[in-house]
Structures are given as structure tokens and as C-alpha cells.
């Protein structure tokens, strides 16, 4: 892995195995299916559902620095922990959470590569156990702002991808760009007013950065991947796909992995631009 900008973010399913009884490294399990985790996990592994422990249960907004605090130590994190994350989905929902980490300014965040997929098939140890840890001692120092896209960004963010300044990257299927479903193909169709994509957007898939084993592509693909579509490293970067986890996976890609300086991932992604009203939509004419 020493090809990618940041090899230090990524983990082996070997390296997780050697320390899951290291007590400075807590392992998370971030899923899509909230209930997995409970079929068996890695051992002492702890589980975090998305939802319900980084969202604020009333606005549509991310739990603030306190609680975020709160939730770390829970876990046993402090904020020289080292942090592993993992999940199902080729890691969507790991990314998602190594974003919102990041976003929370925690310093030795790793995804494990391959994710769920990749332990399981190579036939590594699984528990029902829940492990339990000594209570962490946190403090949010900062939130990385530079790293999260608003609607506001967006629409400015559209004058830099006119003038081939700036890049956005739909990573959502072919499908959703083109505006014949508004949500992922055989999931139910529900979330926005509009299909389509923002005007100037690049579709690049959030797949076709990973290997049929849930690891991802080396880092001489993944360049030609997206300098092919004109999404280069000097740009400005947007990625977005419908609520942020798809667009997290290449996220983590172009900054972690390739070393790209400004990307930023708009979390409303398109179940907010959909649902605006005024906001400029593209799709090919029916």
C-alpha cells in the first residue's frame, strides 16, 4: 500500500488481526445494515450505527462537538487513539464514518481495506460478543470545515467548474445521473422531488475504485480513473451522491489515497439538492 499518498490510513485484514488486543487501537464496525453486527463481528470490535450515534435526532444536522465527545468516550476513545473502522458495502458507511472523524479533527483514523467482505471471505474469527473498554478522555479541538460541502459551496462551486477550475463528481450510478431513478437501483425510489445531476457533474461511480475483494484499486488506476473524466489534483474538488456515504468512498479516495489537496464532500448530496427549490438540475431530455 505503499503507493497511495497516505498509505498510513489504510489497514491490512492481517495488521487488524495482530492487534485486536492492543489497547491503544479500538475497532469500529460502521454497516448500512444496522443489525449485522450482531450476527458476528470482529472480535472486540464495537459497533456504531450512523444514524442514530452521528446525526442529531431532531435537525438535519450532525450531532455537535459535546456529544461527539461523549460518543468517543463511550467507546473507550481518546483522542490519541488509533481508530480502525470497517463495515459492509465495500466500506461506504466506514468511509462515511472516517469522514465524520476527520470532520471532528481525530488525528489516527484507518480504514481496514476490503472491509466485512474481505475478513469474512478470508475466514477470520467472528463473535456475538460486545467487548467493553475504560472510559476514553476526549475534547474536540476543532471541526475541519474545508472538508464539508454546503448547498451555498455548490451553487459557487458551479462558476469554478464553468470557468475549468473546479470539479464535481457525482459517484452515484448511471441510472441516478441521468436522472431515471432518484435512488440506488433496486432500493426503494423515494427521497427527492427531482432526478438528475448538478449541471457540470462527472459521474464516476464510487466501484469502480475498488477490486472485486472490497480492497481498493492501486494507485495507478485510480489516477487514470478520474484524470480521465478531467478531475484532476490542481482543482477544487465536490463529490456528492445521495446522502453522503457513496460520495465518503471517494472522498477518502482522492485525499487519502491519491493525495488530492481540496476535496470536500457535500453531505446533503442530493436528497437536499433534488428536494431545492431553484437550484439548477441536468438530465438528458426524455
Known amino acids: 500500500m505503499g503507493q497511495y499518498a497516505h498509505p498510513e490510513v489504510l489497514v491490512s485484514t492481517d495488521w487488524v488481526q495482530t492487534h ?8 469500529l464496525e460502521v454497516d ?3 443489525l449485522l453486527y450482531d450476527t458476528g463481528h470482529i472480535p472486540n470490535a464495537q459497533k456504531i450505527d450512523w444514524q442514530a450515534d452521528f446525526w442529531d435526532p431532531v435537525t438535519r444536522q450532525f450531532i455537535d462537538e459535546d456529544r461527539f465527545a461523549a460518543l468517543m468516550e463511550r467507546l473507550g476513545i481518546s483522542n490519541d487513539t488509533t481508530v480502525v473502522v470497517y463495515g459492509d458495502k465495500n466500506n461506504w458507511w466506514a468511509a462515511y464514518a472516517f469522514w ?11 480504514i481496514m481495506n476490503g472491509g466485512r467482505q474481505k475478513w469474512v471471505e478470508e475466514e477470520r474469527p467472528l463473535t456475538t460478543e460486545v467487548p467493553s473498554f475504560p472510559k476514553g478522555h476526549y475534547r474536540v479541538r476543532y471541526r475541519d470545515e474545508s472538508i464539508r460541502a454546503y448547498r451555498d459551496d455548490v451553487l459557487e462551486h458551479l462558476l469554478k467548474v464553468k470557468d475549468g477550475k473546479g470539479a464535481l463528481v457525482d459517484v452515484r450510478s448511471p441510472e ?6 432518484t435512488h440506488m437501483p433496486n432500493y426503494p425510489q423515494e427521497g427527492a422531488l427531482r432526478a438528475g445531476h448538478i449541471p457540470g457533474a462527472q459521474n464516476i461511480p464510487w466501484a469502480q475504485a475498488v477490486n472485486p475483494d472490497g480492497t ?8 487514470a480513473l478520474y484524470t480521465s473524466k478531467g478531475v484532476t489534483p490542481d482543482e477544487e474538488i465536490i463529490v456528492y451522491c445521495r446522502i453522503a456515504e457513496r460520495s465518503s468512498h471517494t472522498w477518502f479516495v482522492l485525499k487519502y489515497l491519491l493525495g488530492y489537496a481540496h476535496v470536500a464532500n457535500y453531505d446533503g448530496s442530493w436528497t437536499e439538492w433534488g428536494n431545492l427549490v431553484g437550484v439548477p ?6
Open 20 to 27: 485486536l488486543n492492543d489497547s491503544n487501537v479500538r475497532i
Open 281 to 286: 438540475i441536468e438530465k438528458p431530455a426524455q
Open 176 to 181: 441516478e445521473y441521468r436522472g431515471e431513478l
Open 100 to 110: 465524520f472523524f476527520k470532520y471532528n479533527g481525530h488525528e489516527d483514523i484507518r
Open 32 to 34: 448500512e445494515d444496522i
Open 216 to 223: 481498493f484499486k492501486s494507485a495507478e488506476e485510480l489516477k
